[in-house]
């Protein structure tokens, strides 16, 4: 006996494909699937129904005619005050343009230090209360 011939394998063996020719190695007439029916041939097409009359695949589409939108809605891009505070410096006009949207929400996550001038641009209740507290203008 040999050492080596112990030794742990430190490739796995590569599986082998059935339904490849008799050559393969693997199956060359029903590669383990048994002999006939539906289960050894192929996938059916979704239309397919197993009877005569095909309008069980129509009848199990739903109306879908106007139930969708064509464009997707874009969500609303959202500032919280202290990033705002981060961007802008005292008596600033902050306003869709400046933010580089074409319209934000802004929301009160942290404060706001600085009275800044806002235009055009939609709020949050207690955003509201934060820039007037702190002086801002909101028009």
Same mark, same amino acid.
């Given at each position: 006996?040999?050492?080596?011939?112990?030794l742990p394998k430190?490739?796995?063996?590569?599986?082998?494909?059935?339904g490849?020719?008799?050559?393969?190695?693997?199956?060359?007439?029903?590669t383990?699937?048994?002999?006939?029916?539906?289960?050894?041939?192929?996938?059916t097409?979704?239309?397919?129904?197993?009877?005569?009359?095909?309008?069980g695949?129509?009848k199990?589409?739903?109306? #879908?005619?106007?139930?969708?939108?064509t464009?997707?809605?874009?969500?609303?891009?959202?500032?919280n005050?202290?990033?705002?505070?981060?961007?802008?410096k005292?008596? /600033?006009?902050?306003?869709?343009k400046? #933010?580089?949207?074409?319209?934000?929400?802004?929301?009160?996550?942290?404060?706001?230090?600085?009275?800044?001038n806002?235009?055009?641009?939609?709020?949050s209740?207690?955003?509201?209360k /934060?820039? #007037?507290? /702190?002086?801002?203008?909101?028009?």
């Amino acid at each position: 006996m040999n050492i080596q011939s112990n030794l742990p394998k430190t490739t796995a063996k590569s599986q082998k494909r059935v339904g490849r020719g008799y050559g393969s190695g693997v199956g060359g007439h029903t590669t383990g699937r048994g002999s006939k029916g539906d289960k050894v041939r192929g996938t059916t097409k979704i239309t397919f129904d197993g009877t005569k009359i095909k309008k069980g695949w129509i009848k199990r589409t739903p109306f #879908l005619r106007g139930k969708h939108r064509t464009l997707k809605l874009s969500t609303i891009p959202v500032f919280n005050l202290t990033r705002i505070d981060a961007m802008f410096k005292v008596g /600033a006009t902050v306003d869709p343009k400046a #933010l580089n949207c074409q319209y934000a929400k802004i929301l009160s996550g942290g404060s706001l230090t600085k009275a800044l001038n806002f235009k055009g641009l939609l709020y949050s209740e207690s955003a509201k209360k /934060a820039i #007037l507290a /702190a002086g801002g203008k909101i028009d």
